[in-house]
């Protein structure tokens, strides 16, 4: 069995360039399990923030609040895969358990659970957090939430996801909740969306690199700097501008 694959209807899929997983065929890794949904389509990503320090962490959490998710993602960009992400329904994402995948990201997310050392520093003022203020991710967390998106919406990943962007609109990229996340529609999630305060700052940073198209750098720094002091909503329309096809 291999154990540095993403497992997708009981098939070890190809670890796409740049991804890095450790699968619950090995034995340190704690699968969970949830309702067999083998054969029905799996048509969207939900991601989330911790609020640990520790994949471990992460588990004992879960499993403590009778949770669960599919993959785990340190500090260090590295995914621990918890579910197969065709079959496995896990209890992540309340109403959306049945049609989606979610990732946790470690993350602390609150300022005073930082420590001298961590691989997490930097506060930002977002009044769309919870408490106003938000520990940014690691790069490597934001770059691997990216190249995750860019694999599980693609062929390659064998699920139905669309690359939907479910807060965009209107050429802003909604920060908070989102009225009509509360229904299931195929696309991209952030938690935050349908009531809870977590993910859509790493979708921002998703947006950033895929559709402005936006090197990694490049993308952390703007994704810092569009999303600092704003209420609500990050105004994209002109990378969108910028982006879209000359006639």
């Not at 691997?144 to 390659?156: C, G, L, M």
């Amino acid at each position: 069995m291999d154990t540095r694959a993403f497992i997708v209807g009981r098939k070890e899929i190809e670890l796409p360039p740049g991804l890095d997983v450790l699968n619950f065929n090995d034995e340190s890794i704690h699968r969970f399990r949830g309702k067999d949904r083998a054969g029905k389509p799996v048509t969207e990503l939900v991601i989330h923030e911790t609020v640990t320090r520790s994949a471990a962490d992460t588990v004992a959490v879960l499993k403590k609040r009778r949770l669960s998710v599919h993959v785990i993602l340190d500090e260090h960009g590295r995914f621990t895969q918890h579910g197969d992400l065709a079959n496995d329904r896990l209890a992540h994402a309340s109403q959306h358990n049945g049609p989606s995948i979610g990732i946790e990201v470690v993350t602390p997310y609150y300022p005073e659970y930082l420590k001298p050392g961590m691989a997490w520093s930097t506060v930002i003022d977002a009044p769309w957090a919870h408490k106003k203020k938000y520990v940014l991710p690691t790069p490597a967390q934001a770059e691997a939430v990216a190249r995750f998106i860019e694999w599980v919406t693609s062929p390659a990943s064998g699920l139905a996801i669309p690359r939907t962007w479910i807060g965009l609109a209107a050429g802003a990229l909604t920060m908070g909740q989102v009225e009509s996340a509360a229904k299931l529609r195929p696309g991209l999630y952030a938690h935050h969306y349908f009531g809870h305060a977590d993910g859509a700052w790493l979708v921002l940073y998703a947006w950033l690199r895929l559709e402005a198209g936006l090197a990694p750098e490049a993308a952390f720094d703007e994704a810092v700097r569009r999303a600092t002091g704003v209420r609500r909503r990050v105004d994209l329309s002109d990378l969108i501008t910028a982006a879209a096809p000359k006639e």
